[in-house]
């Protein structure tokens, strides 16, 4: 073949590349809802959810801790030796259940000597006053009032003994659970021994922090729900009291709640998240949050009109695990598209699938 044959041939191929590109990007560029060919593409599923108006409460999130209702460290008041230690650890008590006895031999021998000194002068007294009542002149009243002032010192003596032998007991201030036991009986206690712990878990307090900006929107007696660390279930609690003043330093304040917990499921010191309602901003728009895509200008949604998909951009406000509140962008009515949003496109055709 001469070299203007072989030129030829090549043109000849290089215009039939170019028109074939050209076909592939015309059908490549088909205009939406039509498939290469140019014919109407079959319309797509997608569930549509229908705005409404819907209340909007804004949703702080914080993080806190457990406390029981009632806790002490169980000491002694007295330096004594532990003779006895009757309840059991983890056993739960009533108040004024004896939990730990000191020895108190030496003073109850004390007592014995002031009881027998206390009926020597009540006797003493009766036999004075049975003379100055028969005979003003056969006792003066200075000896009678000093029998009685005996008899009223030995009484007095006797009382105060009979306080330090109540502190030989030690005995629990309120209904608790009795901790882990941290002496043994014939061990030497003082007051900086510790004994025990008592935990009252009938009922739970939660205390957690809020920012400083939403002091003025939290009240006693107000709910909120928290989740312990390891547990699933989410519980319900209410404000019992707020700080008096915010903390300086961390510009927060302080909120306590509480938690009616008689089967004992939640215990002192756990880790909790707190989700706390803080103000209630009346009706707005809810969408589902499945719902929004990112757009060139922040959010959007895709809105079905005349069986068509149209790319609408919204301003959103506060989220929630489940919705997004839209500031601007929908009306009440509006069609929202929730499903199948990857193969959504502007103008593709869309028919209502049933929720599933």
Known sequence: MSGRLRIAAGALLALALVWALRTALADGGAAPGRDPAGAEAPPLQAEVYVVAPSAVRDVVRTVGSLAANESVDVVAELSRRLVAAPVAEGTAVEKGALLFQLDDADLRAQLAQLEARRRLAARTEQRQRALLEYDQKALSQQAYDQAVSELEAVEAEIAALRVTLAKTE???????????????????????????????????????????????????????????????????????????????????????????????????????????????????????????????????????????????????????????????????????????????????????????
């Open 170 to 356: 030690v005995r629990a201030p309120f209904p608790a659970r009795v901790g882990l036991r941290r002496v043994s009986e014939g061990a030497w206690v003082t007051p900086e021994t510790k004994l025990t712990t008592l935990q009252d878990t009938s009922r739970i307090k939660i205390d957690f922090t809020l920012p400083e900006r939403h002091a003025g929107a939290i009240a006693v007696g107000q709910p909120f729900r928290f989740r312990v660390a390891g547990q699933g279930e989410a519980f319900e609690g209410r404000v019992l009291a707020l700080e008096p003043a915010i903390d300086a330093p961390t510009r927060s304040l302080l909120v306590r709640g509480v938690f009616e917990n008689p089967t004992g499921a939640l215990l002192p010191g756990a880790f909790v998240t707190v989700e706390v309602p803080i103000e209630q901003r009346g009706e707005g728009i809810l969408v589902p949050a499945e719902a929004i895509v990112p757009s060139v200008s922040g959010h959007a949604v895709y809105v079905l009109r005349d069986g068509r998909a149209e790319l609408q951009p919204v301003e959103i406000g506060l989220r929630t695990p489940d919705s997004v509140e839209i500031l601007r962008g929908l009306a009440v009515g509006d069609a929202v598209l929730t499903s199948n949003l990857l193969r959504l496109r502007p103008g593709a055709r869309v028919e209502r699938a049933e929720a599933g």
